[in-house]
């Protein structure tokens, strides 16, 4: 299947060129606009008990959102700082768009000054409604005017866009670390600049299209900010993984024929087919996040199917193409021996005592994933945010200098009519006795509804108020009531994931077993590939808990211990790196079914395949994991976490996976590696067909096979 488009790139090479140019140029072009439509909500499920909660309220009691300015440094008795206090309040409060200026000289409020009597904070109250454009930043210049040494603005949609901001930045960032050292290892790797030179070009037409048809997603659903960090980090990893596959076995085919066009052939019908399926699988895994019913989840799973596949698609139409043009320039590979080298001495070992390697590479990637079992998750707030965030500073300042419990939000209780003043009384009692409830309030301007807010001991989404909102739902109410707040939102987003991951993993490992069955004719190396992960994703999310949420060894990443992980962090490091490691399985495996069809012996076959395509995973590895290292380095929480998730997953999957737990578990399976019962061989079979390219000669030192016509399954009519 893949014979007949390898040669009409080659054939039509400067019209594959222009298309992917004009693609280019339309993506950075048009499709940028995407970033206008962008938003930054996370962990809204509109189906879920708190939502319809928060909505009932809004509508009973429309309220806008908050601006806090923190004035520190200057006593609060200062007559200059009243002054300048009470006339920044007053020109606030004569703006249309703001409801309510609260400050401590207007309400004589005591929660409103700090302990020490240094600091103060003004609240602002926006209305609600879709504000004009500029009204935050109006608010906040007037609030940086009063006469104080130290001002700080956030909360609210300051915070919002801190992160957003943040999440852009760090994207930047990421970008200016890594890629210098990703050109320059790419350089020394393909041994010439114009060959290093291809991946990056595949990357930059994989992200443009992708903006593209993230422009198009957009006209029907959410994209979130965040999805284009995704997208950069995917669209640089693959498009180094599939233009090393290609270009290398490229200049292997060259070391054999130097004749370009056959070299380009042949290494589309190996290299290419490798890419086809790895593609595919990657998608496959990340096509597992469009179950969810958040808009971010769904997001991140459109942005990475999306620049997946368009990644593939540029690397097996694009690259003949500039093979055929440039291929000439790009150096044959030398002569290697295939029977020495480092990866041929591991494989050795693992296949000499492959039970202990199993065991102790097993025993080793469960202990490492125990800090899992104790997980908490929470959303992401100020915390997440660097220490010099002004949104922070205002967050630690409040818990320090003003007291912890100012500003621990409610489990708020919403009943949609009212309740007799005998059944509500015995009803709030009943909640103040729930352990862990600092006190019961009812509020007073809510129309038609009963409002009460339960406040919880310790942090809005704790351990305590989390507990809370289970026991205050199963609680017999005097009328149907929903509960709502910080801690009812993210037990429902919980639950929403719990309920949805069984069917995202189930799509995963259904997409997953079918299209290895299909590549190697196999029903146990799927089956292993799968198990595989399991071990290697254990460990990443072990380390992510035993670092960001217990602290061990945050600083050497830059991160606090916050007691949690991003709700959202081990949903997308799963879809990711779960394909990611299909990427190398798939690999792997195309060399050593090469020599096995070849051969028929295992042995040799897993040796071989380790010593031909080590380098090559390596080398990937290496590179993604300092694409990924990037964002690591970034500033705000969930995308640490995201990054250094990917880090040790892809490097925990190349090295204990793939050079030791893969070879010694074949050296047990031995034949049994490629069975299938004969059902499921006919069905591959009938369903497998064959590109046929002309005959190969052994590569020159590096693996002795007879010399046959090399045949390739792919999926598809026989071309």
């Known amino acids: 299947m893949l014979a007949p488009l390898a040669r009409f790139s080659l054939r039509h090479r400067w019209l594959v060129l222009f298309t992917w140019i004009a693609v280019l ?62 006339l920044t309040a007053a020109g606030l409060r004569a703006l249309p768009t703001v409801a309510e200026v609260v400050e401590p000289y207007g309400t004589r409020s005591p929660d409103l000054i700090a302990r020490d009597g240094r600091a103060l904070v003004i609240a602002v109250e926006l209305k609600p409604g879709e504000l004009p454009e500029g009204t935050v930043d109006e608010v906040e210049r007037r609030l940086r005017t009063i006469e104080a040494p130290r001002i700080l603005v956030g909360g609210g949609l300051v915070q919002d866009e801190e992160m957003d901001e943040q999440a ?11 890629m210098p050292i990703v050109l320059l290892l790419l350089v020394v790797l393909f041994g010439g600049i114009i060959a ?50 290609i270009v290398y076995r490229f200049r292997e085919e060259r070391a054999v024929d130097p004749d370009v066009p056959g070299a380009a052939l042949r290494t589309m019908a190996t290299a290419g087919r490798t890419v086809a399926f790895s593609g595919l699988t990657v998608g496959a895994a990340l096509a597992g996040l469009l179950v969810f019913e958040d808009a971010f989840l769904r997001s991140m799973g459109f942005a990475g ?42 494989s050795r070992i693992a296949r000499r005592r492959p039970i202990v390697v199993i ?31 002004e949104s922070r500073q205002i967050d630690e300042i409040a818990k320090t200098r003003f007291g912890a419990q100012t500003d621990v939000d409610p489990i708020t209780v919403v009943a949609r009519q009212p309740i007799a003043p005998a059944q509500l009384s015995t009803y709030v009692e009943r909640l103040r006795g729930l352990s862990g409830v600092r006190a019961v309030t009812q509020r007073a301007d809510t129309a038609e509804l009963t409002v009460l807010d339960v406040h ?34 993210l037990a429902d987003y919980q639950d929403s994931i719990a309920t949805r991951l069984p069917w995202a993993i189930g799509l995963l490992a259904m997409a997953t077993f079918v299209l290895l069955f299909l590549f190697t004719g196999s029903v146990l190396i799927p089956v292993k590939a799968l198990l595989m992960n399991v071990l290697s994703l254990g460990a990443s999310f072990g380390a ?32 990711i790196a779960f394909g990611l490691s299909m990427d190398y399985e798939v690999f792997l495996l195309s060399r050593i079914q090469e020599v096995w069809k070849h051969t028929g012996d295992n042995d040799l ?100 096979m007879p010399e046959r016509e090399l045949t390739v399954v792919t999926s598809g009519k026989q071309c």
């Open 605 to 704: 076959a897993v040796e071989r395949g380790l010593q031909q395509t080590g380098r090559i995973i390596t080398s990937a590895a290496v590179l993604m994991a300092i694409v990924f290292a990037g964002f690591v380095a970034g500033g705000f929480s969930p995308i640490k976490q995201v990054g250094l998730g990917m880090v040790l997953a892809v490097l925990v999957d190349a090295t204990v996976v793939r050079m030791l737990l893969v070879p010694a578990t074949m050296r047990m399976l031995g034949k049994w590696n490629w069975w299938a019962p004969r059902p499921l061989r006919a069905l591959h079979n009938r369903i497998g067909r064959y590109d046929r390219v002309a005959p190969i000669r052994p590569m020159p030192n590096v693996v002795a």
């Open 456 to 489: 919880p001991h310790g942090d809005s989404q704790g351990a305590t108020a989390m507990r809370l909102v289970g026991e205050v739902r199963s609680q017999a109410a005097p009328a149907p009531v929903l509960v709502t707040g910080d801690a009812a939102y």
């Open 305 to 346: 199917l999306s620049v997946v596949l368009l990644a593939m698609l540029a690397a097996i139409t694009l690259l003949p193409a500039l093979l055929g043009l440039i291929g000439s320039r790009i150096k044959p590979a030398r002569a290697a021996r295939g029977d020495r080298g480092i990866f041929v001495t591991v």
């Open 168 to 178: 852009a930045s760090d994207l930047a960032r990421a970008e200016i670390l890594s």
């Open 25 to 86: 140029v339309a993506g950075f072009g048009i499709g940028t606009s995407v970033f206008d439509r962008l938003t930054g909500d996370v962990g809204e499920i509109e189906s879920s008990d708190s939502y319809a909660g928060s909505r009932a309220l809004h509508q009973a009691a429309p309220s806008g959102e908050h601006i806090y300015a923190v004035l520190d440094g200057r006593d609060v008795t200062d007559a200059g700082l009243r002054r300048s206090v009470t």
């Open 359 to 389: 065991g102790v590479g097993t025993a080793v990637l469960l202990l490492a994933g125990t800090p899992f079992l104790g997980v908490r998750y929470a959303d992401a707030d100020a915390r997440s945010l660097p220490a010099g965030s």
């Open 196 to 245: 290093a030179g291809l991946p990056v070009l595949i990357a930059l037409v994989g992200v443009a299209s992708t903006l593209l048809a993230l422009l198009g997603i957009s006209a029907v659903s959410d994209v979130s900010v965040y999805s284009i960090n995704v997208t950069t980090m995917l669209g640089l990893g693959l498009a180094v993984d599939y233009a090393l596959l």
């Open 544 to 575: 992510l808990v035993w670092v960001f949420q217990d602290g061990h060894l945050s600083w050497l990443v830059g991160a606090d211990a916050l007691g949690s992980l991003s709700i959202t962090t081990p949903v997308l490091v799963l879809a």
